[in-house]
């Protein structure tokens, strides 16, 4: 018996000229007005990375880390996981888990 495998492409987020020129450098939520998924994107002078705003744990919700100085990190709002956004790696537990990037 055949099984047929079909793909299918999905556009998740997608930035007007203009909310992508508000982007401000580091950290920027983002929520689709269209589907009401949340996104996270960091910005630098040399790219734009993106994920969603969802934990690898249990699909907490990340928000600002008050105490990373650097600018980089979001805390999870269920369990204190910390994923350092300009890297896409989870500093909390430490040498974990990736963030899938879009
Ligand atoms: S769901 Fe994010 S740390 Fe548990």
Redesign the pocket.
Known sequence: MEQSIEQMTEILLCLSSVEAASLKEGINFFRNKSTGKDYILYKNKHRLRACKNM??????L?IKDIEDLTGRSVR??????KLDVSTMKYINPPESFCQDEL
């Open positions: 934990c690898k744990h249990q699909g907490g990340f999870c709002t269920k369990h204190n996981w």
